[in-house]
């Protein structure tokens, strides 16, 4: 799963074996009113996480959101995280950002032993750094736009009985999952509705997607939570998941066409938001 270098039609792809080791995100600024971020894209760990880390590089790789860094580049404002969430959750509180015990990662092993205090504060110091990054980004575009919006890209799995169990059932796993729990929804409902409608009829590789609502998650994360916090009637954070149907959980392995189709799809819903927040 090695991926090519850079190459003349576009950036160097996503790959788990590159060393971004100092590397913490890459930020693009832009002139809309929309901000597309992709907070647990990133695999790479600091060498100190990764010489107390249990955690086979595969069983990390399954449960990050590899490839979401590449749906958000088409829009001009946007955020792409090269850090794992195992050295540190950009998507928890502070207190709960690094996985000390294993019933904080899915019952996952992560450390050979338990990590020292001076790894945990490392770890939680550039989690504060880059919320000091977001609210300075929020701050300019707040002085830009008198109502905003964060497209917070994530995914899920769908497969967790393994490669030849059967994959969730479809009623629990919708293709796209649009999370609102920590919104004013009421006063967001004339962007949330019809950008929801949006998506369902956007031809995605020929096909329409299943989007639904706060199904397999509701949104809750703590970025969402932060914008709203922060911006009050003002900014809409929108946790947007996608079910891995765009690669195979199990060996890591893209599809090439599905990636390409969700870049296209994140520049329509930021495209899309513009137009309803203008």
């Known amino acids: ?28 600024h832009g002139s809309g009113a929309v901000i597309a971020t992709a907070i647990h894209n990133g695999h790479d760990l ?23 860094g590449e749906a958000v ?11 794992s969430r195992f050295e540190f959750d950009l998507n928890r509180l502070p207190e709960q950002a690094v996985y000390v015990t294993s019933d904080q990662s ?11 205090q001076d790894l945990i504060a490392s770890s939680l110091a550039i989690h504060s750094d880059y919320y000091r990054m977001l609210a300075q980004l929020l701050d300019s575009v707040a002085s830009r736009h008198e109502r905003f919006a964060l497209i ?8 967790r ?33 019809p950008l929801i409608e949006a998506l369902r009829d956007f031809d995605f590789n020929g096909r329409k997607l299943d989007v639904r609502e706060n199904v397999a998650f509701e949104g809750k994360g703590y970025q969402t939570r932060f914008v709203h916090e922060r911006y009050p009637m003002r ?20 599809n090439d066409a599905e990636i390409a189709a969700m870049r296209l799809l994140i520049r329509f819903v930021a495209d899309r938001c513009e137009e309803l927040l203008a």
């Open 73 to 83: 580049l088409d829009v001009p404002a946007h955020v792409v995280v090269y850090r």
């Open 152 to 159: 917070d890209v994530h995914s899920y799995n769908h497969r």
């Open 106 to 116: 899915w019952g996952l092993k992560v450390w050979k032993y338990e990590p020292e």
């Open 235 to 254: 900014a809409c954070a929108i946790a947007f998941e996608f079910k891995k149907f765009f690669m195979d959980e199990w060996t890591g392995v893209p």
């Open 1 to 28: 799963m090695v991926a090519p270098a850079e190459t003349e039609s576009g950036p160097k792809r996503y790959s788990p074996m590159a060393d971004h080791s100092e590397r913490w995100w890459t930020v693009q």
């Open 46 to 68: 600091r060498p100190a996480v990764a010489n107390a880390m249990a955690l086979a590089e595969s069983d990390r790789f399954r449960e990050e959101d590899p490839f979401t």
């Open 161 to 193: 009985d393994g490669p030849d169990g059967d994959p969730a059932p479809l009623n629990e796993a919708p293709d796209i999952n649009i999370g609102t729990f920590s919104m004013p929804r009421e006063h967001w409902a004339f962007l949330v509705d």
